[in-house]
């Protein structure tokens, strides 16, 4: 049974930093992309970054390039997603996701398996 868990949200203040963490089992991550998207209150799905099999290849959507960091480690089958400077539009359920399909994700069109989300509330 594949199982993506994520850990790391919560609340923080505006311009404020967290670490995302998600831990894979059930599947070999490497053969896999791996990446985070959120989901706010009334709005679509957002890819927010992801990361090639290898970690060769990255992708950030423009709403958080410059201020994130995908990384992943396949020895220990996890991904972290570090976002800084948060502002309250970053307020959302953020989910790991992992697609066999591609080497990098921008939609949610082609992803296998994602996690039941961590809340992530950024106050003003």
């Known amino acids: 049974q594949v199982q993506l868990v994520e850990s790391g949200g919560g609340m923080v203040q505006a311009g404020g930093s967290l670490r995302l963490s998600c831990a894979a089992s059930g599947l070999a991550i490497s053969d896999y992309a791996m990446g985070w998207f959120r989901q706010a209150p009334g709005k679509k799905r957002e890819v927010l970054a992801s990361i090639s099999q290898l970690a060769s290849e990255t992708y950030y959507a423009d709403s958080v390039r410059g201020r994130s960091t995908i990384s992943r480690d396949n020895a220990k089958s996890t991904v972290s997603l570090q976002v800084n400077n948060l502002t309250p539009e970053d307020t959302a359920v953020y989910y790991c996701?992992?697609?066999?399909?591609?080497?990098?994700?921008?939609?949610?069109?082609?992803?296998?398996?994602w996690g039941q989300g961590t809340q992530v509330t950024v106050s003003s």
């Open positions: 996701a992992s697609s066999g399909r591609v080497s990098l994700f921008y939609t949610t069109d082609l992803l296998d398996y």
